[in-house]
């Protein structure tokens, strides 16, 4: 058997074994009303947690979301939005494909952007020594921020979600 072969087979075990042991994690017990008074019962039942079923017993809710999904609930998420990859239900909801494009746009705008002003910028202060000396203390007070830093600066001031967008990025490429 080739390494390849047997790095292969490796994998799949490795992933199949993840799986498993996820599934195993997240199965959800049944109801055990246990050491629950009438009241904790009382609240649970007003909050959705539990329903009651015909014969007067309690499950949880199945349509309620209880901790970390399963694998099969997972897989079925990623199903149902890569098949509405190219929807347009309404204002906010559009498929996956439409906001991998909206943010592929929104960075290559702020990339371009960043990278014509910064090329500009840089060519002059490396040919000017008098731009250096006035540039140069600024650059490297502003240079160990992160770009993230300047996140919630630019959500207070800037109301437009594509914009900040395009300023964050334009702030990390300078």
């Not at 195993?24 to 055990?32: E, N, R, Y």
């Not at 439409?98 to 500009?120: E, K, P, Q």
């Not at 160990?144 to 967008?165: C, F, G, K, N, R």
Request: net charge neutral.
């Amino acid at each position: 058997m080739s390494t390849q072969r047997g790095s292969a087979i490796l994998c799949i075990g490795i992933v199949s074994t993840f799986i498993f042991g996820w599934q195993l994690a997240t199965m959800s017990k049944p109801f055990d009303r246990g050491t629950l008074s009438a009241h904790e019962l009382e609240v649970m039942v007003f909050n959705g947690d539990i329903v009651e079923k015909e014969q007067g017993s309690y499950i949880y809710n199945p349509d309620k979301q209880r901790g970390i999904p399963t694998p099969g609930i997972v897989f079925e998420k990623v199903r149902s939005e890569l098949g509405s990859a190219f929807e347009k239900k309404g204002t906010n909801d559009h498929g996956i494909a439409f906001l991998v494009y909206y943010t592929v746009t929104r960075f290559a705008i702020g990339f371009l952007v960043a990278s014509f002003f910064a090329i500009i910028l840089g060519v002059a202060v490396g040919l000017s020594p008098l731009l250096l000396g006035a540039f140069n203390p600024i650059i490297q007070l502003l240079k160990p921020i992160s770009p993230l830093a300047w996140m919630p600066l630019l959500l207070y001031t800037v109301e437009d979600p594509q914009m900040t967008a395009i300023l964050v990025v334009f702030m990390a490429a300078l």
